[in-house]
Structure formats: C-alpha cells, structure tokens
C-alpha cells in the first residue's frame, strides 16, 4: 500500500459534515495546525465560505487543544485538527486532563478533536486509538464508511462532550459506495 494513501471519501463526508454545521451554527469553527492550508486542498468551500472561522495554530498540539477548551467556555464549538494520530501523544494532557474533565468542573461543552491515521511511515503509524479508549468522558470514533464519517461528525458536533474522530488513510476508497 501507498503510505501517503488517503480515503478522499470518508475525508469529504468528514468535511461535509462540518461545512454544514458552520452553515447552520455561527459558533462552530475549525482550528489546528495548517488549517488554512489544510481547508484549502480538503475542502474548498469551507475556506471560501467561512475564512474567519477556520484558525491556524502554532506547532504546539497540547496548547491547541487547551486553547480549544477555552473557546468551548466562551460558548464556541471547536474542532481541533491534530495531522497524524501520532501527534495525539502531544495533546494527552489536554484532551485527558483538560477538556475531559471539564464537565466535572463546570458544565459539559461541545469539543471534537479530529486526527488521521497516516499509515506506516518511517516516523508516523502508530494506531493509538486504545490508548484514548481508556480516558473516562473521551468518546472515540474510528468510521468505516463515508456514510457513517459524515453522521459520526454531525452527531459529534451536536453532542456535549468531547469527541475523538478518526480519519482511517488505509481504508481504499473503492470499498464503499458515494460520500453521505
């Protein structure tokens, strides 16, 4: 398999998903590093549509998703960006200790993280999954179809609580059907 492989369709019902929620809610916004950039070979039409609400961060996963916690208390919804799955290590204490402990202090908020799994390069690869499994209030999805991406991003989007949506590269487009 191509490591730089990626399933184009589970990434677009992703992306649907998320440019209908800016559409309908002016407090969802997308954050992480590259996301500008990311936006613009991903999904066009939310760089088109909602320029102001797409926010590339600095190179500091943990201080990303701490920042997104803050949002979330300012009555925003944000999805965090983590790149690769690896990079998930960084932000551990955010996601576990941070956001997902945020109910038990205040009220539950409306947070996704949204991270890929890349494949089995020489530096990225890992399937860290299991290790989130284990982190109490941490819901982690891992969808298997277009169809099922795209309703586990809106479902994400509308819950409170804090959600892990992986993006599985090694899934070959031509096992499912059309996008959602």
């Not at 800016?22 to 990311?38: I, N």
């Not at 320029?51 to 916690?69: H, K, M, Q, W, Y």
């Amino acid at each position: 398999m191509n490591n730089w492989h990626r399933n184009h369709l589970i990434r677009d019902a992703i992306c649907r998903a998320i440019h209908e929620a800016m559409t309908a809610r002016p407090e969802v916004y997308l954050l992480g590093e590259g996301a500008h950039m990311k936006v613009h070979f991903d999904a066009p039409a939310i760089e088109r549509d909602f320029p102001g609400r797409v926010i590339t961060l600095p190179i500091s996963e943990d201080g990303n998703n701490n920042f997104a916690v803050g949002m979330a208390i300012a009555g925003l919804v944000p999805i965090v960006d983590v790149i690769s799955s690896d990079f998930l290590f960084r932000c551990m204490d955010s996601i576990a200790n941070t956001m997902c402990k945020q109910e038990r202090v205040s009220s539950a908020k409306t947070i996704v993280v949204r991270s890929e799994f890349f494949g089995s390069g020489p530096t990225s690869g890992q399937r860290v999954e299991d290790i989130f499994r284990q982190v109490p209030g941490l819901r982690v999805l891992i969808p298997q179809s277009p169809a099922v991406a795209y309703w586990n991003m809106r479902d994400a989007l509308e819950r409170k609580g804090i959600t892990l949506l992986f993006e599985d590269r090694e899934l070959p487009d031509s096992s499912f059907g059309e996008a959602a």
